[in-house]
């Protein structure tokens, strides 16, 4: 239990300096004595026909102290709004304290309940510390402040008390006095320390959607490509991962991380691009946001324990339920955990924890624990409306649960962790969540109050920025530390377990349809595959892997992202986005097409050119060149195929060359094709026509007869020269033109083209010479 002394005699805790922070904010406002009305700027409301005891809205607003002790003054500030057709007049706000509640299913039936019911609402202390309201209009809403002592409130034996704020008053169709309206909280008494205290452990969750495609920059660098500016948004002020770890940083947490989060805001860090309109990118202009958030992030884990979910947060319950039935779906979580372990030591500089599996919503079933445990995890984070209780057990047990296999089942109590779901935007929705989720743990405790147990919240993955101020004033109500102490993730699941508490996996009919209904599609896992393939295909061939490797891989642990569900629509296009883009990095590897070539003689050399257009060299190529008829052309010796190793550097063409006999006339279809060394294809075919113009010995004799004729044609003609100019000479009379020699002058043989190599396509009617 080393991790629990930890959290044991902070002086003072993150949470008290939380809670001083706010205490000084409310410390601007008196707290009055008495009563106070504050006739605020009437607020209008469209009237609607509502009557009885919920003729008046009444909203609570703030409520402090949250967790009052003997000598404090309970200030509690609202909102009261007419919702029917009639004026009230001569109207009251009363505050009515009890009764004390029985227990946890005692606080869910109150909260549940709406209108005022004379049976279990009591009755009203009225008198000083009552507001008057001459006069509320139909539509109109007005504030109102109820200051009253704590003694004043009766409250005897420790325990959760339920509070209502009524309005009573009088309408024209009811003229006498009646409730109007009532809200009801809850207000947690414990004013000492108990001797055992529940440990809880809140996970403070750090997650968010995938904003980084795999895309990258040209160049060396491989800047990276942002689908969008979503995530810069979240971290800037006021946004809510910024919110997350600002106020995460003052409360006793544990950290549960998507690495996934930390690549994205570390490539924002230095050079990126965005997406745009147009189809292009734009330099994105964040950088000094990221940096900040990150720094405050590593600030704020210092000294906290830090869980990290597989890269990406992988949808075990969809794995488990659709992806197991595609071959290769499943070896994509160790390498994911792999990487998460890594992400965050680079990045935050701490070891964290790798050994928790979190499904969606804390539901289990067998088929999603194994998943998770192929994962490498031995904690699976679940829920007690997944993992319910069967036997004869009246309190709330210990999280920790072992089901089997070695595998520990850390179960999060459902009341707790879902207190802060739904919208909170509104201050009385989010005061009445936040005194409730402290009602939960004081009720729980004195379960039973002679025995220590230990309690998990799981909230929801991606808490708004009002959901986590919600989380954080609850979480700062328990800092007095009267019934609870905190205690991190690790320690909890490592706590004795209850031995009446259940350990039995529900089946997989039980798994929620709900959650069921909105998993990836078998679509998702079958693109993964198809995806995966043409990686693993590509990278054989690259001299870097690396560089192609981990951008694709990350890509494809996001394609199996949980914050896909109910996203069906823009899973799909990132799925197609990262198949597109890595087909076309493929294709920067091809033959350069040619039509035709003319081969004359015998024999002669047949050029094939690769081109590889990517930064990185290619390798472990092998170009093989088939011939549609050897009988009339044969290539390198061999009857069909002839083949030649492949390597090319980056940004470079190679000219591959074969040797070719003819044997007959005529033109043949050649088809050159590239393949990896494993024998794969790789690329398009790429098939051209050889035309075979051989010289038959035959016309070699004819041609040899006629160069003969030639020549003793000539030795006459010179030889008849010859002597007419010997009769001339002796004669000395000029040569007659009957004598001339009238036989036109030939010409010389053509040069041949010997042109060098051209990377360019071949153009119709190329030639090869022996």
């Known amino acids: 239990m080393a991790e629990a002394a930890e959290f044991q005699g902070m002086a003072p805790s993150p949470a008290r300096r939380f809670l001083r922070r706010t205490a000084a904010l409310l410390a601007g406002t008196p707290l009055l004595a008495g009563l106070l009305y504050l006739p605020a700027a009437p607020a209008a409301h469209a009237a609607t026909d509502a009557t009885g005891s919920r003729t008046v809205d009444v909203s609570l607003d703030t409520l402090a102290p949250s967790v009052p002790v003997k000598d404090d003054t309970l200030t509690i500030t609202g909102t009261v709004t007419n919702k029917g057709k009639d004026p009230v007049t001569e109207a009251e706000v009363d505050l009515r304290v009890g009764p004390r509640m029985s227990g946890r299913a005692d606080i869910d039936e109150a909260s549940e309940r709406t209108g005022y019911s004379p049976g279990s609402d009591a009755r009203a202390l009225g008198g000083p510390y009552a507001v008057k309201i001459p006069r509320l209009a139909s539509g109109i809403s007005e504030d109102f402040t109820l200051t009253v002592p704590v003694s004043k409130l009766n409250l005897d034996e420790a325990g959760v008390y339920q509070l209502g704020v009524s309005l009573s008053g009088r309408t024209a169709r009811e003229p006498y006095d009646q409730v109007l309206g009532i809200e009801r909280t809850f207000l947690p008494w414990q004013p000492s320390a108990m001797n055992k205290k529940t440990h809880i452990t809140y996970m403070w969750p750090l997650i968010s959607t995938t904003h ?35 106020l995460g940083a003052d409360l006793p947490v544990t950290w549960v991380i998507d690495p996934d989060l930390l690549a994205s805001v570390d ?61 290769g779906s499943l070896s994509h979580l160790q390498p994911a955990t792999a990487v998460a372990q890594s992400t965050v030591e680079t990045i935050l500089h701490v070891s964290p924890s790798v050994d928790f599996a979190w499904p969606v919503d804390g539901a289990i079933d067998p088929s999603i624990v194994d998943v998770a445990t192929s994962a490498g995890a031995h904690k699976v984070i679940a829920r007690s409306d997944s993992l319910r209780e069967t036997g004869p057990i009246s309190h709330t047990p210990s999280a920790a649960r072992p089901i089997g296999g070695g595998t520990t089942a850390v179960v999060a109590d459902e009341r707790l962790s879902t207190a802060f779901y739904g919208d909170m935007s509104a201050a009385g929705t989010s005061t009445l969540a936040v005194q409730k989720f402290l009602a939960q743990t004081l009720a729980l405790t004195l379960e039973t109050p002679n025995a220590q147990r230990s309690i998990v919240v799981a909230p929801q993955r991606m808490p708004t920025a009002v959901q986590a101020q919600s989380m954080a004033r609850g979480l700062s109500g328990l800092s007095g530390q009267r019934w609870t102490q905190p205690l991190d993730l690790t320690a909890a699941a490592a706590a004795k377990p209850d031995p009446d508490a259940t350990t039995r996996v529900p089946a997989s009919s039980r798994y929620p349809k709900q959650l069921r209904a909105g998993e990836l599609p078998m679509e998702t896992f079958q693109d993964v595959k198809g995806t995966q393939e043409t990686l693993d295909n590509f990278k054989v061939i690259l001299t870097a892997p690396d560089r192609v490797v981990t951008p694709f891989g990350n890509a494809i642990n996001r394609e199996m992202s949980t914050s896909w569900r109910g996203r069906a629509v823009e899973a799909a296009s990132y799925r197609h986005g990262v198949q597109s883009y890595l087909e076309n990095l493929t294709t920067e590897v091809k033959l350069i097409p040619k039509s035709s070539l003319t081969l004359s003689g015998r024999s002669a050399t047949v050029p094939v050119t690769v081109q590889n257009k990517l930064v990185q060299g290619v390798d472990h190529l092998v170009l093989r060149l088939t011939s549609a008829n050897p009988t009339r052309l044969k290539l390198d010796d061999s009857t069909v195929i002839a083949e030649e190793p492949v390597k090319v550097e980056g940004g470079h063409s190679q000219s591959v060359k074969f040797t070719a006999s003819a044997n007959a006339n005529g033109p043949v279809q050649v088809t050159a094709q590239l393949y990896t060394e494993d024998g794969k294809l790789y690329g398009d075919p790429m098939t051209f026509t050889v035309k075979v113009s051989e010289i038959t010995p035959t016309v070699m004799l004819v041609i040899a007869g006629g160069v003969l004729l030639l020549v003793l044609a000539g030795v006459r003609m010179y030889t008849q020269r010859k002597r007419a100019a010997a009769r001339e000479a002796a004669a000395g009379t000029e040569p007659a033109d009957d004598d001339r020699d009238d036989t036109p002058e030939q010409p010389s043989d053509p040069t041949p083209d010997t042109g060098p190599e051209s990377a360019d396509a071949s153009g119709a009617g190329e030639k090869v010479d022996r």
């Open 267 to 327: 490539a924002m860090t230095r050079n990126y691009k965005v997406r745009n309109e147009q189809g292009g990118t734009t330099p994105g202009r964040n950088q000094a946001i990221a940096k900040k958030w990150l720094s405050s992030l590593e600030n704020a884990v210092r000294g906290s324990k830090i869980v990290a979910l597989p890269f990406a947060d992988p949808d075990l319950a969809s794995l488990a339920h659709r992806g197991k039935d595609v071959p």
């Open 212 to 246: 980084l495609s795999a895309e990258t920059g040209p160049g060396e660098q491989q800047t990276p490509v942002f689908d969008d500016e979503a995530l810069a948004a979240e971290l800037a002020p006021g946004g809510r991962l910024e919110q997350l770890v600002s």
